[in-house]
């Protein structure tokens, strides 16, 4: 069974802080990462993907990809209390037909004033 | 506006009932999937579809049935057989079975009376 795991959290910051959110997978040979965003109630909505190892940023948000490690994370600068939502990471599957995501439970992200 | 449609946004089922869940997208995307997610938990792949009058079973697809007569529609049948149907179900779509990240519609959430 492919996991994907994440802390729970919650975890706390305080606007302005950046907010390391960390997500370890299973399967090795994995290719394709994704990290979606979501508000209470709400459905999940794409924040970044990254395919390759290293740095990818898109305005405050940076996924970091270490495939050696099997570890993914967002690290979300001058964070704001807009941030706070559920941050999902997800794993793309190798093997089988199609693009099936595996998702991790979800780490908790509050922004105190 | 282009987007992924699902309706009703709010669903309640008797026991012994079937339901069925609308998903619809004007995307022209191949590829279709239903997740559901229960509380505090990730996204769970019950059925995925990459293209009409395919499909094939997820991880949790027991109690579930789907159909994708039309690219456009992929509805979804919570059966009687499905003992704890209460949860959020969410419908997503990519143009094809690459890489291509998954974007969702805005959830049905259902719920035993």
């Known amino acids: 069974q492919k996991e994907v795991e994440q802390n729970s959290g919650p975890l706390s910051v305080p606007e302005g802080a950046i907010a390391s959110l960390n997500c370890t997978y299973s399967?090795?040979?994995?290719?394709?990462f994704f990290w979606y965003r979501q508000y209470s109630g709400k459905s999940p909505e794409l924040i970044m993907f990254?395919?390759?190892?290293g740095d990818k940023e898109d305005g405050r948000f940076t996924a970091q990809l270490n495939k050696a490690s099997q570890y993914v994370s967002l690290l979300i600068r001058d964070s704001q209390p807009s941030d706070s939502a559920t941050y999902l990471c997800?794993?793309?599957?190798?093997?089988?037909?199609?693009?099936?995501?595996?998702f991790g439970t979800g780490t908790q992200l509050k922004v105190e004033l | 506006d282009g987007g992924i449609t699902q309706s009703p946004k709010y669903l309640f089922r008797k026991e012994g009932q079937n339901v069925t869940l609308s998903c619809e997208q004007n995307?022209?995307?191949?590829?279709m999937y239903w997740y559901r997610q229960d509380p505090g938990q990730g996204l769970r792949l019950i059925y995925y579809?990459?293209?009409?009058?395919?499909?094939q079973k997820g991880d949790i697809a027991e109690g579930y049935s789907v159909s994708r007569e039309k690219k456009e529609s992929f509805p979804l049948t919570v059966t009687s057989a499905q003992k704890n149907p209460t949860a959020f179900y969410l419908c997503?779509?990519?143009?094809?079975?690459?890489?291509?990240?998954?974007?969702f519609g805005d959830g049905t959430r259902l719920s035993i009376l």
């Open positions: 997503a779509s990519t143009p094809d079975s690459s890489n291509q990240p998954q974007h």
């Open positions: 399967d090795r040979g994995s290719q394709s």
């Open positions: 990254i395919y390759s190892n």
């Open positions: 997800a794993v793309k599957e190798v093997t089988g037909g199609g693009n099936k995501l595996t």
């Open positions: 995307l022209n995307h191949d590829a």
């Open positions: 579809s990459q293209i009409v009058n395919d499909f």
